[in-house]
């Protein structure tokens, strides 16, 4: 299976087991929750090396590394979106 499939499957059951949860118990800050949960997942490591690959002069190798770490971005992105979206927490 793909990164970008997987990272956007985990960020959706995040997002919807933290909807769920919130809705269940009260006194939760799902916004929090949400973030704090799909930190783990956030490329800041990928994006350092790709920055220093491209300052070293390695312009190929810091682009595909941006790309990637740009892409897992945008699929953790879309996956809590559409999680939010399939529970109804955004209005």
Same mark, same amino acid.
Request: proline share 2%; glycine share 14%; net charge neutral.
């Given at each position: 299976?793909?990164?970008?499939?997987?990272?956007? +499957?985990?960020?959706?059951?995040?997002?919807? !087991?933290?909807?769920?949860?919130?809705?269940?118990?009260?006194?939760?800050?799902?916004?929090?929750?949400?973030?704090?949960?799909?930190?783990?997942?956030?490329?800041?490591?990928? +994006? !350092?090396?790709? +920055?220093?690959?491209?300052?070293?002069?390695?312009?190929?190798?810091?682009?595909?590394?941006?790309?990637?770490?740009?892409?897992?971005?945008?699929?953790?992105?879309?996956?809590?979106?559409?999680?939010?979206?399939?529970?109804?927490?955004?209005?």
């Amino acid at each position: 299976m793909s990164s970008f499939i997987l990272n956007a +499957i985990c960020a959706f059951g995040v997002a919807v !087991t933290a909807a769920c949860v919130s809705r269940v118990t009260s006194g939760w800050n799902l916004d929090i929750v949400i973030i704090s949960s799909l930190m783990p997942l956030v490329p800041g490591v990928a +994006i !350092t090396n790709a +920055i220093r690959d491209t300052l070293r002069g390695d312009y190929i190798s810091g682009g595909a590394r941006i790309l990637e770490a740009f892409l897992t971005a945008a699929a953790i992105g879309l996956g809590a979106g559409t999680g939010m979206i399939f529970v109804g927490g955004i209005v």
